[in-house]
């Protein structure tokens, strides 16, 4: 059972190979929906980047708007390079959110930062893809508010059920 709800708002996604691996992202870190802008999505999806079928496992829509008719209980939390921003390795984040993403050809809209309760960047030298921070946010979001609040299982059950048939590896 989950405890928090979160929910990947990206703005007009532009890379087939990053709208597949933000799918995969979303599932391995049971992000409970996607809301997405713009139509360069539906052109990305077919290319079945998405090898794990993960958009089966949560809501995926278009929208206009990706902050429209949120719970009064979901923050606003923009990820971008965001003068004022606070850097991720010192980021708290809220029990239920929506993180916002920028396109990777742009950035998040002023008027969309000024309605978020927070912001916040992945420290770099030089910027990432959509899909790489999607991946960094999201671990540190389960690395910080612990396992057991997004995962059923965990050691080597969680190992288990999560890697490949092929991959039947141990320690020792």
């Given at each position: 059972m989950k405890t928090s709800d979160v929910i990947?708002?990206?703005?007009?996604?532009?890379?087939a190979t990053n709208v597949g691996a933000v799918l995969r992202a979303a599932n391995?870190?049971?992000?409970?929906?996607i809301r997405y802008t713009g139509h360069r999505w539906e052109r990305g999806a077919k290319f079945h980047t998405d090898t794990k079928n993960a958009a089966s496992h949560f809501d995926i829509k278009r929208v206009d708007d990706v902050l429209e008719g949120l719970t009064t209980d979901t923050q606003v939390i923009c990820v971008d390079l965001i003068e004022g921003a606070t850097p991720l390795p010192e980021f708290q984040h809220p029990a239920n959110a929506i993180y916002v993403f920028g396109p990777e050809d742009?950035?998040?809209?002023?008027?969309?930062?000024?309605?978020?309760?927070?912001?916040?960047?992945?420290?770099?030298?030089?910027?990432?893809?959509?899909a790489a921070t999607v991946n960094v946010v999201l671990y540190d979001r389960l690395a910080k508010r612990g396992t057991a609040d997004a995962l059923t299982t965990s050691g080597d059950d969680l190992?288990?059920?999560s890697r490949d048939r092929n991959n039947n590896t141990r320690v020792g």
């Open positions: 990947l708002g990206l703005l007009n996604p532009k890379s391995c870190y049971q992000a409970t929906a742009g950035s998040i809209p002023q008027d969309v930062i000024d309605r978020a309760d927070g912001a916040t960047y992945v420290p770099t030298v030089g910027c990432m893809n959509l190992i288990r059920a």
